[in-house]
């Protein structure tokens, strides 16, 4: 089955600087790759996401890069603020018999003020 | 705009007993799933329900029941509680099984003592 890692576990960075998380998958078929945030106390709200046929996609201060020969997507976050700390998830999505997500374990990011 | 709702929020049972965790959601959408989420272990899936009238297991169905009441509501039944299903819970929905995004309730939190 698919098998997603995801680093760092914890990042913590100044106020106006970039962020990096950089995800892995195991399954060259899955094709939908989406990320979420998730603040204290609530569920995972998608904040981006891209399909295996586009390489970078961007919305703002974020964008997400995907290497399909590579296996291997990131989240990059820039000109940070204090409201971007969160907990951030990636996940793969491997089309099929059913959509088979699977999440990674998520990465803690802090943006000191 | 409620989008998904989960409720309890939050639970506290004791080993043995059995409860219902509700999920409803207002976006006429066709697929529901309900996850779990344990410290370093993301989110995984428990069961799933591609439309109304369907429902198939995930990753980790066991101890666990669900009911597609209707094409809002999605329910999950533990029979018999026990500790290691104490967790935080997430119901999500999406427009269609492939390739959609999901959108998440706030989840409920689950103690088994």
């Known amino acids: 089955g698919e098998n997603v890692e995801q680093h760092p576990s914890t990042l913590s960075v100044q106020e106006g600087d970039s962020a990096v998380i950089k995800c892995t998958y195991s399954d060259s078929a899955s094709n939908y790759f989406p990320w979420y945030k998730q603040e204290l106390g609530k569920g995972p709200q998608l904040i981006i996401d891209?399909?295996?046929?586009?390489g970078e996609k961007k919305d703002q201060r974020i964008a997400v890069t995907l290497n399909k020969t590579a296996k291997h997507f990131s989240l990059h976050i820039t000109e940070t603020q204090p409201e971007d700390s969160a907990v951030y998830f990636c996940?793969?999505?491997?089309?099929?018999?059913?959509?088979?997500?699977?999440f990674g374990t998520g990465t803690k990011l802090q943006v000191i003020p | 705009n409620a989008g998904v709702t989960q409720t309890p929020k939050f639970q506290v049972l004791k080993t043995g007993q059995s409860m219902t965790l509700q999920c409803a959601q207002d976006?006429?959408?066709?697929?529901m799933y309900w996850y779990r989420q344990d410290p370093g272990m993301g989110l995984r899936l428990i069961y799933y329900s591609a439309s109304e009238g369907t429902t198939d297991k995930g990753e980790v169905p066991n101890g666990y029941n669900v009911s597609r009441l209707n094409k809002r509501e999605f329910s999950l039944r533990l029979e018999s509680a026990a500790p290691s299903q104490t967790s935080v819970y997430f119901c999500?929905?999406?427009?269609?099984?492939?390739?959609?995004?999901?959108?998440f309730g706030d989840g409920t939190r689950l103690s088994i003592l």
């Open positions: 999500a929905s999406s427009e269609g099984l492939l390739n959609q995004p999901q959108h």
């Open positions: 996940a793969a999505l491997l089309s099929g018999g059913y959509q088979k997500v699977t």
């Open positions: 891209i399909r295996s046929n586009v």
């Open positions: 976006m006429n959408h066709n697929s």
